[in-house]
């Protein structure tokens, strides 16, 4: 692709996000896209061939975005399991951060949007690599990483994923936790310590 080709790509992109989070699902079209790049609805199929090519580009983008948060974490030090629970906040505070993208990568907020099967087994096999290698690093001898990393993704995913459902609603007197930064991060890290114990991850 020629950098120009590429830097069109990039700011239709920006607008579809930006249509996303400003207007919800329903202004996520490609007249509404082409309207926030400035661009006529005929660019955008040019590009994309339609609103499902859109999304499934869009789609990657999130999860470049989670590649790249991974893939600037400071390098491995000796005490791996304070590097896997710095991955763990890290994956956290993405979440916090990019909410709409966070639900374009693991929910259906488009309900007509199944990204393309090939799409979605390139980015998790390219993102989550970087969190299986982490994770082997403390894994005891015999223990399938893959298969570790798995279940501490999900305590991190479902950890996260109800604070964000909390916050996007109004606060429970009686609910589990006060609905503050402060005690859902200490929930999240006693969580995802609680599983990285429980399956046996040490360091050596």
């Known amino acids: 692709m020629r950098p120009a ?3 069109g790509r990039e700011r239709f992109l920006d ?3 930006s249509v996303l989070v400003d207007r919800g699902v329903p202004g996520l079209t490609v007249r509404g896209v082409a309207e926030a790049a400035g661009a006529s609805t005929l660019s955008v199929y040019a590009r994309f ?3 499902a ?3 499934d580009a869009l789609y990657e983008r999130t999860f470049d975005s989670l590649r790249e948060l991974l893939e600037g ?3 491995s030090t000796r005490d791996g399991l304070a590097d896997l629970l710095h991955l763990a906040l890290e994956y956290r505070r993405f979440a916090r951060e990019n ?3 966070y639900a374009l990568m693991f929910e259906r907020p488009v309900p007509d ?3 393309d099967p090939g799409l979605r087994s390139a980015v998790l096999r390219t993102t989550f690599t970087l969190f299986i290698t982490r994770v082997q690093r403390v894994c005891p001898p015999g223990t399938d990483a893959r298969s570790a990393a798995y279940q501490l993704w999900t305590a991190m995913h479902g950890l996260v994923g109800a604070e964000l459902m909390m916050a996007s609603r109004r606060p429970l007197p009686d609910w589990f936790i006060p609905p503050t930064d402060e005690a859902n991060e200490a929930m999240y890290r006693d969580g995802v ?3 990285m114990a429980g399956l046996g991850l040490r360091n050596h």
Request: proline share 17%; hydrophobic share 40%; glycine share 16%.
């Open 15 to 17: 607008a579809a996000l």
């Open 53 to 55: 090519g859109l999304l």
């Open 99 to 101: 909410p709409t993208r």
């Open 113 to 115: 949007f199944d990204p």
């Open 5 to 7: 080709d590429q830097g």
């Open 73 to 75: 974490l400071p390098p």
């Open 49 to 51: 061939g339609g609103r």
């Open 193 to 195: 310590t609680a599983m």
